[in-house]
């Protein structure tokens, strides 16, 4: 595609849900990163897949969190029983290789609001 | 580890005026630094990306430049314009071993008044 896509822009979940955000990087992109951003903070890095190699996984705040990327292109984070706290906007990135080389595109992110 | 900061924190100028956004950051062994732009409630966009060979980068109305043995990059905004309201992002990536991931500033909030 022209960018990175995520969906859904805007998900409202009840606490103790589990829920999933989608992300479609640019094709071709071998570098795929989900960040977070909760209000009036910076962007926390959440979990970096490259290739296929093993995703780095060291931001993810809780074992809650877990992402996949099937066939290198295509990612789902997903987030078990759904707490306050995680209310944020999501953010998913790639890049052509990797960042240490190439930009970042950002999606439009998803706002998650957990009630 | 790395630190990114952003001065100021906000800025509110007159239309046309010129300005200029900092960032510095503690480790000056970076690959590159990347200017973003986030509008509310958007993602992030891509502004420029300066390589660590470069001292600066320019298009458009944008000029950034790159001191990496002070830790230092300025995104220059020329002929400001109301349209340029946003926060501006500047990232850099970590080090190999650190693994590959941007470590964000905090950012800049700019008004620009008509």
């Known amino acids: 595609g022209a960018g990175v896509s995520q969906s859904p822009s805007n998900k409202v979940t009840e606490k103790g849900k589990d829920v999933e955000l989608r992300c479609d990087p640019i094709?071709?992109?071998?570098?795929l990163y989900w960040y977070r951003q909760s209000l009036g903070q910076g962007l926390e890095f959440l979990i970096y897949?490259?290739?296929?190699?093993?995703?780095?996984k060291s931001g993810l705040p809780s074992d809650r969190f877990s992402a996949e990327r099937t066939g290198g292109s295509v990612s789902t984070l997903t987030i078990q029983r759904t707490q306050q706290e995680d209310s944020a906007v999501y953010l998913c990135?790639?890049?052509?290789?990797?960042?240490?080389?190439?930009?970042?595109?950002f999606g439009q992110g998803t706002r998650l609001t957990v009630v | 580890k790395q630190e990114v900061t952003q001065i100021p924190a906000a800025l509110s100028v007159p239309e046309g005026e010129n300005l200029v956004l900092n960032c510095s950051f503690t480790?000056?062994?970076?690959?590159?630094l990347q200017w973003f732009r986030q509008d509310p409630g958007k993602g992030l966009t891509s502004l420029l990306l300066?390589?660590?060979?470069?001292r600066e980068q320019t298009s458009g109305r944008l000029n950034a430049s790159l001191d990496k043995s002070s830790g230092r990059s300025t995104l220059y905004i020329a002929a400001s314009q109301p349209g340029d309201s946003a926060t501006y992002l500047c990232?850099?990536?970590?080090?190999?071993?650190?693994?590959?991931?941007?470590?964000f500033g905090t950012g800049t909030r700019l008004a620009v008044r008509p």
């Open positions: 990135a790639s890049s052509s290789y990797g960042t240490a080389n190439t930009e970042a595109f």
């Open positions: 094709s071709g992109h071998t570098a």
């Open positions: 897949f490259q290739g296929n190699s093993a995703p780095d």
């Open positions: 480790d000056s062994a970076i690959y590159n």
């Open positions: 300066i390589q660590s060979s470069q």
């Open positions: 990232a850099v990536p970590a080090m190999k071993s650190s693994g590959d991931k941007l470590t």
